[in-house]
């Protein structure tokens, strides 16, 4: 469902989501953090920096982190810099004449695509960080204290 660059941007922001507000992280490691090979990195750090997803700054001590809180950025804010946002079905995919409406199973396919859409647009990357689960994201329990969150006594 989601392309290769967008799931990359999203360990990206998460990973960046786990660092204090004051701290940049160089591409290479947030390549040895999230496993995405720095060439490709690269590219998806250009590109959520030019759709103010992150700050980069050059040079001695320079790097990535985020532009707004974790809180204001929504996943599908992600995905759809990668136009990797699922898709909703306007017309028959088949093309049939005479299908002025979707019939039963574009329907269907068309209420969960919709369903997607609106879980991607109401979750944060906070809310990713902050989950109940006891798999954190990057296995990195340092989220949970960035975040202002309980710490894990595992």
Known sequence: MLNQSAEYALRAVVHL???PADQQASAGDISDRTKVPIPY????????????VLHAKRGMGGGFCLAKSSGEITVLEI????DSSP???ETCPLGIKGHTH??????????QVANAQRVFATTTIHDILGSDSEIRPLCDGLARVSLGLPKDNR
């Not at 995905?79 to 990668?82: D, E, G, P």
Request: proline residues 3%; hydrophobic residues 45%; aromatic residues 4%.
């Open 79 to 82: 995905l759809n810099a990668f």
């Open 102 to 111: 979707l019939c039963p199973l574009h329907t269907l396919i068309d209420e």
């Open 41 to 52: 990195l690269q590219k998806v750090l250009r590109t959520l920096t030019r759709r103010g």
């Open 17 to 19: 989501a786990t660092l």
């Open 87 to 89: 898709q909703r079905i």
